[in-house]
């Protein structure tokens, strides 16, 4: 079983669509959580952090289960400049550090 | 600005040479890391430095090799050894290595000639 595991996509959603992405984790000991985007052929860049009670941005809502390890982004009023690979990024830190990501979930949104 | 930068942009390398990628940051942070990216795949941790003069092993630093003499630049060798080198390489730092957020570079492409 992969650490970090999210949606294997592609989405492809029509403009003003509701999309959520879905992750887990296995590490119990998983202690910080983010959501990254990364454009095509581009570096990822930090879209939010996730918190234990949840946190929203504008457009973008991102929520955590810690029992069910389990952490979500639902975009909301899909824009076509939110097509972009959306990766689940996780920090376990036990003494050493390690940070897992996700493969990453591909959206397109279509006109 | 404060940022991380890398170069160069696209790197070609022939066969049995070993090429060095450049990263550096102004935003001083003490932890620094270089990752690969695959078509397709996640990103995979190859060394990654917490202070100046230290660096460990990700999990797959076979045929890389790093060095941090200075806080603000943390350079990656590609050597001979690595076999399959083609990969887009990004370079990363975060104030303190843990749980903190990674800020990353514009990346380098590597090509095998």
């Known amino acids: 079983r992969k650490e970090v595991e999210q949606d294997p996509g592609p989405f492809n959603v029509p403009e003003g669509a509701t999309v959520a992405f879905n992750c887990t984790y296995s590490?119990?000991?998983?202690?910080?959580f983010f959501w990254y985007r990364q454009d095509c052929r581009k570096e990822p860049k930090l879209l939010m952090s996730v918190y234990s009670s949840g946190n929203e941005d504008g457009r973008f809502t991102a929520q955590l289960n810690r029992a069910s390890q389990y952490i979500s982004l639902l975009i909301r009023d899909s824009k076509l400049s939110d097509s972009a690979t959306y990766l689940c990024v996780v920090n376990i830190g036990t003494g050493g550090f390690k940070t897992i990501f996700g493969a990453g979930t591909r959206l397109f949104v279509k006109a | 600005d404060g940022g991380i930068t890398q170069s160069p942009k696209y790197l070609f390398r022939k066969e049995g040479q070993n090429v060095t990628l450049s990263c550096e940051q102004n935003?001083?942070?003490?932890?620094m890391y270089w990752y690969r990216q695959d078509p397709g795949q996640g990103l995979r941790l190859i060394y990654y430095?917490?202070?100046?003069?230290?660096?460990q092993k990700g999990d797959i630093a076979e045929g890389y090799s790093v060095s941090r003499e200075k806080k603000e630049s943390f350079p990656l060798t590609v050597t001979s050894a690595q076999k399959n080198p083609t990969a887009f390489y990004l370079c990363?730092?975060?104030?303190?290595?843990?749980?903190?957020?990674?800020?990353f570079g514009p990346g380098t492409r590597l090509l095998v000639l």
């Open positions: 590490n119990s000991a998983s202690q910080s």
């Open positions: 935003l001083n942070h003490d932890a």
């Open positions: 990363a730092s975060s104030i303190r290595s843990g749980v903190e957020t990674q800020y």
């Open positions: 430095s917490q202070i100046v003069n230290d660096f």
